[in-house]
């Protein structure tokens, strides 16, 4: 265990998360502009890259390694060698890369406080963990599908509000759980 999280918390973390990010968007439908010039922003990159580097050196630093502890130095050096060459050389739908090992990052703690909880209700964190691993994947490889996916939901207002409004009813339903379950 790195993280130390309660399934409360780690409940309670991911509905705040899912209803801050969801209740702008369904209040607001002119703020599907600001999403689809987000593949783009090269200063969206830079700071969700520096995230990254931040939580990846941290974990890299303070994790157990076992019999690969010898890699640890060479990789706490490549680290930050990566960074810069990834922001200096790769111009192509950063911000979509770094949001992928973003969400990569994030499931880990998920799932580590989900683990062992014979609470069903647990798998409302557990799916949307995976659901961030698998669109981590994918956004890190096929970095231009996220900029189809918000150019599929920003097509109509109604579609807008339909995707912010599930996750904010998601949230909602983790954040309920959390308060009255775990």
């Not at 963990?129 to 890190?140: D, N």
């Not at 150019?151 to 983790?174: C, P």
């Amino acid at each position: 265990m790195i993280y130390h999280l309660s399934l409360q918390l780690a409940g309670i973390i991911t509905g705040a998360f899912l209803i801050l990010i969801s209740l702008p968007g369904l209040l607001k439908p002119d703020l599907a502009g600001v999403a689809q010039r987000f593949p783009r922003s090269r200063v969206a990159g830079v700071v969700l890259l520096t995230v990254d580097l931040a939580w990846s050196f941290w974990l890299l630093a303070t994790m157990e390694m076992g019999e690969f502890s010898a890699f640890r130095k060479p990789l706490l050096i490549a680290l930050p060698i990566g960074y810069v060459l990834a922001v200096r050389f790769l111009d192509e739908f950063l911000p979509v890369r770094a949001l992928g090992i973003l969400c990569l990052l994030a499931a880990e703690p998920l799932l580590d406080a989900a683990f062992l909880h014979c609470e069903a209700s647990r798998l409302l964190i557990t799916v949307f963990a995976y659901v961030l691993t698998v669109a981590g994947l994918f956004w890190v490889m096929i970095p231009y599908l996220l900029r189809d996916q918000i150019n599929w939901s920003t097509r109509s207002t109604g579609r807008w509000r339909l995707m912010h409004g599930v996750a904010l009813l998601y949230g909602a339903a983790i954040l309920a759980f959390a308060f009255l379950r775990y």
